[in-house]
C-alpha cells in the first residue's frame, strides 16, 4: 500500500508504542499510551466542553461550523443546523474527545457538514467495560434533549439529529441509536445513522480477516481480538451480542424504529466481512442501507485528511444526510 512518509512515520510510531502499553493480561498502561495522545483544548466560539455527568467523566466537546458563516446566518435567519453526535473510535479503549486526532476529525465534521458535532467522551476499557459506553452514549443523548434550547449553540436542530460514529464509535452508534428506540424524546428526532468501518466480529474468522490478517496498516485480527478481550464482560466471547450483533446470541432485531444507516467499507480493512453481515442483517429487518466502500482505505485511514478517500467520505455523508432531511 503506497502512502505519504509522514502517514507512516505517524503509524509505526502509534503502534511501536501501543504495543508496548498493551498487556498480555488486558490492561493498558496508560502513562505510556499517553505519550502518543496528545490532548487539546477547545477552543472557543468554534468549540467549547459541555458537562454531562462529572462523577464518571462524561462530557462532550461541542463544534460549531467555522469555515462559513453557518454559525452567524442560523442566528440572523434562524436557520436550522444539523447536529451530528459523534463517538470516536479507538477499540474502546483509547482516544478520546480531546485528543488530537478525534479533535481534528470532528472539527473537519463540522466544517464539511456545516452542522454541530457533538463529540461524546465515554469511558474506556478495560477499566470500564461493556456496558458503561453504551450507557454512556445514550445518556450523553438524553442529555441533549433535556437541556435549554438557549444553552446549545445559535441553530442547533435536534429534529434533524444523526449519529455518527468510527470503528468502535460505530458499534456504539449502532447500540446508542437500538436503545434510543424506546426512549420518548421532547426535542431529538434522530435521522440516521453512519457508521464509519463499524467495529463488529464475532468467533468465526471471515475471509478478509484469513486475507488481510496481520497486514494491513490501521487494524490488526490479533489487536481487533484484544480489543474484545478487554471491552467485553469477563467470561465472554466474541458471539457477545455487543460484537455480534445479528450473531447467535443475539436478541431478535426489529428495525422498525431504526433509522435509514450509511455504512463505510474499507477494501484493506480486516473487518469488512463483517461490516457487510452487518448491513445484511440491517437490510433484513426492514432498515434502509446506504453501503459506500473505498477499494484502498485501511481501517482508521479516514482521520488522514491527506488521503483523498478521507474528504470524499465526508462529501458521501453530506449527501446521504441530505437525502435523510428531505423525509419527512
Given at each position: 500500500?503506497?502512502?505519504?512518509w ?37 477552543t ?5 466542553d ?5 462523577s ?9 461550523p ?33 485528543s ?25 476499557a ?7 459506553q ?18 446549545l ?22 447500540h ?19 457508521a ?36 467485553l ?7 457477545h ?6 450473531g ?11 433509522p ?7 477494501g484493506?480493512d ?6 457487510r453481515?452487518?448491513?445484511?442483517g440491517?437490510?433484513s ?11 484502498n ?12 478517500e478521507?474528504s ?17
Amino acid at each position: 500500500m503506497s502512502l505519504p512518509w509522514k502517514i507512516k512515520l505517524m503509524i509505526s510510531a502509534y503502534s511501536r508504542i501501543r504495543e508496548a502499553a498493551f498487556r498480555p493480561d488486558f490492561t493498558i498502561n496508560r502513562r505510556l499510551l499517553n505519550l502518543l495522545d496528545t490532548k487539546t483544548p477547545p477552543t472557543p466560539p468554534s468549540s467549547a466542553d459541555v458537562s454531562v455527568d462529572p462523577s464518571r467523566d462524561l462530557w462532550f466537546r461541542q463544534y460549531t461550523p467555522s469555515n462559513s458563516t453557518a454559525a452567524a446566518m442560523a442566528t440572523a435567519t434562524g436557520e436550522a443546523l444539523p447536529v451530528v453526535v459523534y463517538f470516536h473510535g479507538g477499540g474502546f479503549a483509547t482516544n478520546s474527545a480531546n485528543s488530537v486526532f478525534m479533535d481534528s476529525f470532528a472539527r473537519r465534521v463540522a466544517n464539511h457538514l456545516r452542522s454541530i458535532v457533538i463529540s461524546v467522551n465515554y469511558r474506556l476499557a478495560p477499566e470500564h467495560r461493556c456496558p458503561a459506553q453504551y450507557d454512556d452514549g445514550l445518556d450523553a443523548v438524553k442529555f441533549l434533549d433535556s437541556v435549554e434550547p438557549t444553552c446549545l449553540p445559535p441553530g442547533t436542530d435536534l429534529g434533524q439529529c444523526f449519529i455518527m460514529g468510527d470503528s468502535a464509535g460505530g458499534n456504539l452508534g449502532h447500540h446508542v441509536v437500538t436503545r434510543a428506540g424506546v426512549c420518548k424524546f421532547k426535542r431529538m428526532r434522530l435521522r440516521g445513522l453512519i457508521a464509519v468501518q463499524p467495529f463488529f466480529g464475532g468467533e468465526e474468522r471471515t475471509e478478509s480477516e484469513i486475507r488481510i490478517g496481520n497486514r494491513a496498516p490501521g487494524l490488526s485480527v490479533d489487536r481487533a481480538d484484544w480489543y474484545w478481550k478487554a471491552f467485553l464482560p469477563r467470561g465472554s466471547d466474541r458471539n457477545h451480542p455487543a460484537a455480534n450483533v445479528f450473531g447467535p446470541n443475539s436478541a431478535r432485531f426489529s428495525g422498525s424504529k431504526f433509522p435509514n444507516t450509511l455504512v463505510v467499507i474499507g477494501g484493506s480493512d480486516p473487518l469488512q466481512d463483517w461490516q457487510r453481515r452487518y448491513c445484511e442483517g440491517l437490510k433484513s429487518a426492514g432498515v434502509g442501507v446506504r453501503l459506500v466502500e473505498y477499494p484502498n482505505a485501511f481501517h482508521g485511514s479516514y482521520v488522514f485528511e491527506d488521503l483523498p478517500e478521507s474528504s470524499l467520505m465526508l462529501d458521501e455523508i453530506r449527501n446521504f444526510m441530505s437525502q435523510q432531511l428531505k423525509v419527512t
